[in-house]
Structures are given as C-alpha cells and as structure tokens.
C-alpha cells in the first residue's frame, strides 16, 4: 500500500477553512458583500490578508493533487475524472446550493430598488427567479462556486504541460532544474518572482482597462500556481531547496502580506486601486500579493510537511469533507447571517456567533453528504469515507520509465 502525503491533506482542509474564515468576516468588514452587519475595523486588515493566501493555496495544492489523479490515468480517463469532480458539483451548486444566496440578497436590498423581493423563498424560486423569462442568462450565479469552473478550465488548459513534464524529456527538465537551484540556493527565489514580473505585464498593457487587466492578472497568477504545484510534487527534489529556506520564505511572506493589507486598506481604496490613473499603485498591490502569496505558500509546505505529515483518524475522516464544506460554506454563512445580524449582540458576539455556528452547521452537512452514493456523487466525492483514496506518493522521479505515458 503506498503511503499518503498527509500534509497536504491537512493543507487542502487550510485552505477550504480558511475560505469559510473569510467569508464569515465579510458581514463584518468595510467592503460590501451579500449581507452587512456592524463594521469591526480590524476584520478589513485581517481579510485583506488572508485573501492573499487562501485561494493561491488552494490553486497550488489542486495543482499538486493532479499527479495523483493523472498518475495511472490517460488523457481521456483524467478529463471525464476532471468533469465529474468539477462540472457535477458545479451544476448541481448553482441548482441548488446558490439560489438561497440570491434570496437572501434579495431580500436585504433597499425596498426602493427594483431587484427588491420580499416573500418566501418557494415563492422567490417560483417567481422573480424561474419565472421572469431571464432564468438561464440572468439568474444562474456561481457565486463562490467560481472555483471549481475555473479549476476545470485550468485542468484542461495544463494537460499538454502535464502530459510533457511527466514523460522521459520534461522528467529530465525538472531533474536539471533540481540540479541549477542546488548549485545556488538562492535561485529558487525565481520561483517566486517570475510570477509576480509576468503578472505586473498584464496591466502595462491593459492600463485603460484596469478591470479586465485585474481578472487577467489574476487568473494567470492562479493558473501558474495550479502548474507550479504539479511541477514540485511530480518531481520532489524541487521540494528540498524551497524546504531549506523556509524560514526566510515565512519571514519574507508575513511581511509583505502585512505591506499588502496596510496599502490595501489605510493608503488606497478599492475604487482607486483598479483606476487606470493610478497604474502604478495596482502594479505595486498586485506585485506584493504575488510575492507574499508564493513565499507563504513555499513556508506554509516546508513546515507542515515537518510537523503534519501524521496520519490520524480525523485527518481520515475529514478529508472527504473538502469538496461539499467548499460548496457548502458560503450559503451557510448567508442563510445563518441573515438572522445572526438582527440580534442585539456587539458586532464581536456576532461575528464570532457566525463565524462557530457557520462551521459547526457546515462540517454537520459534509458529513451528511458522505451517507448517501448520491450525495456523494453530486459533490464530487467518488469514494466512500474509510476506504483508501488515491492521493498518495507520486511517482518516483529516479524512474521515469514507470510513470504511464499516453
């Protein structure tokens, strides 16, 4: 039996954590969001710098992910894996799981505006959602679901790439990589910047389109980190340089996420950082988040990888939880915010009510998903609770010619 990496296990729990984290501070912090509370000043900071973090570490940890579910699969048995995993959960999230979201906005909008509904929630389906004559092209949201279509997207889009880097040739490429960064550490910082320099091109050459050039920026930052994640743990050697300097990585990381927010929140706001008159701050913002994200992440591997790499039966248990506690958490935190926020609590009571009784709930639904092949199948999982899953070691790079080749 080969043996899990369960640290990574124990990363991809972080990062799904971390999101309902977020979201459950969004009713809390400056900006606007589906529901709004009372404003706790530091939940802007803390947001702010976790947002840095939170979905590259999810990009990067599918990423590694993909050498095990690509490890024994072809090209065509990976795609369909991919469509079940991704596209299944999709559809049925946007179905069922994000119309609650679009109600309960609804619902809270001024009554003065003309997307105001009031009634319940039979009727809110029954109605201005199914019934106006918009229902494919104006009310089917993703909403946070956005995540597993672009992941889909990236998984087909990095196939060749993958394809190349496991066979003979692109297995040599890493093992010569592995050679140049030994023969001067401090190389492996490329790593970190080359991403950030090409997503500071984007907006140089969008700056009259500072939205587009943002989206851009963003998707190409998230789609190297989905590569760079397959790319280190289809060849491990990588892993021991970044391991090295996992202090320096930690240090570099907290202060440039902690650079980040400060600009984010007290220097700019959200309004002037996208203008195309104020290029040069979106290039300085966006570069920070680049170099912040990647040197946490390469911290946030070596270290858990040292302390983490346990097995331990609620590790076993709540790994299956991933993919439903992802699709889940968002409605949750909006459906229990609603009625959360019209308490008499002080704005920290509140946010801590939500935030305690959001994971309880969600964690109570993802385990309820697994009771059922249906449910199970709905969400992605293809594999029951107890029995062994596939992501485990990857391939050995010493030998190559046992990697499968299509």
Do not use: C
């Not at 991919?82 to 299944?88: Q, S």
């Not at 935030?355 to 709905?378: K, W």
């Amino acid at each position: 039996m080969e043996k899990r990496i369960h640290y990574l296990d124990w990363l991809r729990l972080l990062a799904v954590f971390l999101g309902l984290v977020f979201h459950a501070g969004r009713p809390f912090d400056s900006w606007s969001w589906i529901i709004k509370g009372p404003e706790i000043g530091w939940l802007s900071y803390f947001n702010e710098a976790l947002t840095t973090v939170r979905l590259p570490l999810l990009f990067f940890v599918s990423g590694a992910a993909t050498v095990f579910a690509l490890r024994k699969a072809s090209a065509r048995d990976y795609t369909l894996d991919r469509f079940k995993r991704l596209i299944i959960p999709l559809v049925m999230g946007v179905l069922l799981i994000v119309p609650p979201q679009q109600y309960i906005r609804r619902l809270t909008l001024d009554p003065h505006n003309p997307q105001h509904f009031e009634g319940n929630y039979e009727q809110f389906l029954t109605g201005p959602w199914w019934g106006d004559g918009s229902f494919l092209l104006g009310n089917l949201h993703t909403e946070h679901l956005w995540f597993l279509l672009y992941l889909f997207y990236f998984s087909l889009l990095a196939l060749p790439i993958f394809l190349y880097l496991r066979s003979p040739q692109g297995l040599g490429l890493l093992a010569g990589l592995e050679r140049w960064f030994k023969q001067a550490p401090w190389r492996i910082w490329l790593l970190v910047i080359a991403p950030t320099f090409l997503g500071a091109l984007l907006p140089l050459g969008l700056g009259s389109h500072p939205g587009l050039a943002e989206d851009l920026a963003n998707l190409g930052f998230y789609f190297q980190l989905f590569v760079l994640g397959y790319a280190l743990y289809l060849w491990p050697g990588l892993q021991s340089v970044i391991f090295e300097q996992r202090r320096n990585f930690l240090l570099a990381g907290l202060g440039l996420v902690l650079l980040k927010a400060y600009l984010y929140v007290a220097v700019l706001h959200r309004s002037l950082i996208v203008s195309s008159e104020l290029l040069p701050y979106h290039e300085l913002y966006w570069s920070l988040r680049d170099l912040a994200a990647l040197s946490l992440i390469f911290a946030v591997l070596a270290y858990a990888k040292q302390y983490l790499n346990q097995p331990s039966a609620f590790l076993n248990r709540a790994r299956h939880w991933v993919y439903p506690f992802y699709i889940w958490h968002q409605t949750v935190i909006v459906v229990l915010g609603y009625f959360v926020l019209k308490l008499a609590l002080p704005a920290g009571w509140l946010h801590v009510l939500l935030l305690v009784s959001s994971l309880v709930l969600t964690v109570l639904l993802s385990e309820l998903v697994q009771h059922s092949a249906i449910s199970r199948f709905l969400f992605g999982i293809h594999r029951k609770m107890g029995t062994n899953a596939s992501a485990a070691t990857p391939p050995s790079p010493q030998a190559p010619e046992a990697n499968p080749r299509n």
